[in-house]
């Protein structure tokens, strides 16, 4: 009677464990074609294509802004201030006094000199007559040129003093701001302000390390702003033929016609380090980087059946330079091949895409 009840119960826990196995698996079945149910992964991008272009490797260098007509305003004598006749930023014409100091004092000293000068010419003139009748000797006509030599530079040292009193504009320029004002006193060589000429040109000076590079007077350099916004090309005039023993740095000045620019402007000089290459350029954004390198996505088209016609195929590239957002590469990429653009940080190798219409590069 034993053995029958074990078999029994032995067979109703096997029924028993058989039937949730089975119960089991038809939910996974039903689980997993639930789940084939739904569509892949699909990521939305734009497309760009892949450029032929050229590229020349290049190193950012610093430059300061020149204008070839700038100014520092300064007195050479202290003084007071009688007359500003132009205000901050103004334009002041060629010739015009921008500044001018008391000189009534000096103003009166020439004049009774020049008094004191007209009488001993008075003199000479009187005795060189009476030295003809020998009734004057020759030591007094002597003592009268010589007092007509003195009072001469006397005069000429008055307006030299006088001529610093006015500060004159050179050139037609625009002010900058000052603070000084009418009645002020200014000491020897304190600034008044500066004087901008309205020359379209400008220079740029730069330092070339030793061994970057060899320019030479003609050549051409790009310019651009500290924020990297192009500006132009500048022709080098002038090259330093020595180094500077402190930096090992030569100096070069470029000139461009760049109004916008202002004097003293921290600006980007390009300067070409070698040969110009023959590459592709893509989009900035099209270029991801891994830990294995820098690599790009290109759309080709997904297998027959697929969800979507489209798949991401990942290509690694080799970044070579940079310019106007666009990255200048090789690799396995073709001229005019589709690239992920816009969307291309978030894609996987082989992930099925989805065009988004009528979108292109910038």
């Known amino acids: 009677m034993n053995w029958r009840a074990w078999l029994i119960t032995a067979t109703s826990c096997l029924t028993v464990t058989a039937l949730l196995v089975g119960i089991k698996t038809s939910q996974i079945a039903q689980a997993m074609a639930f789940m084939e149910s739904f569509p892949p992964p699909v990521e939305t ?35 007071r ?23 009534d004092d000096l103003e009166a000293q020439r004049t009774a000199l020049q008094a004191d000068l007209n009488l001993v010419n008075t003199q000479l003139e009187r005795n060189q007559t009476l030295e003809a009748d020998a009734l ?51 000491r020897l060589s304190e600034v008044l302000t500066t004087l901008t000429g309205l020359n379209r040109e400008r220079w740029v000076d730069f330092k070339v390390p030793q061994g970057l590079a060899e320019l030479t007077v003609g050549d051409t350099v790009t310019i651009r702003t500290i924020s990297g916004d192009a500006v132009g090309p500048a022709t080098i005039i002038a090259v330093s033929d020595a180094f500077a023993e402190g930096t090992r740095t030569y100096d070069v000045r470029a000139a461009l016609s760049a109004p916008g620019l202002r004097h003293g402007a921290l600006v980007q000089v390009a300067v070409s380090t070698g040969p110009s290459e023959a590459l592709l ?15 790009a996505f290109v759309v080709e088209p997904s297998e027959p059946g697929a969800y979507l016609p489209h798949r991401a195929s990942l290509r690694r590239v080799e970044v070579r330079g940079e310019r106007d957002s666009r990255f200048f590469i090789r690799g396995a990429l073709d001229p005019d091949d589709n690239i992920a653009d816009k969307g291309a940080f978030k894609l996987t190798d082989q992930v099925l895409l989805r065009i988004q219409a009528g979108a292109s590069s910038e």
Do not use: C
């Open 45 to 79: 991008i734009t497309v760009a294509q892949a450029q032929s272009d050229s590229w020349a490797p290049t190193r950012l260098l610093s430059g300061t802004v020149r204008s070839p007509e700038h100014l520092v305003i300064a007195t050479e004598i202290p003084g």
């Open 81 to 103: 201030v009688v007359e500003l006749p132009f205000a901050s930023g103004d334009t002041v014409p060629k010739g015009a006094a921008i500044l001018v100091l008391f000189n």
């Open 281 to 295: 350029s893509v989009p900035a954004r099209s270029i991801r980087w891994d830990p294995e390198g820098a690599h």
């Open 136 to 186: 004057v000797s020759r030591d007094q006509l002597d003592t009268l040129t010589a007092q007509t030599l003195s009072l001469t530079a006397q005069i000429a040292v008055l307006e030299a003093r006088l001529s610093r009193t006015t500060v004159r504009a050179p050139f037609t320029g625009t002010l900058g701001i000052y603070p000084q004002r009418v009645g002020d006193l200014m």
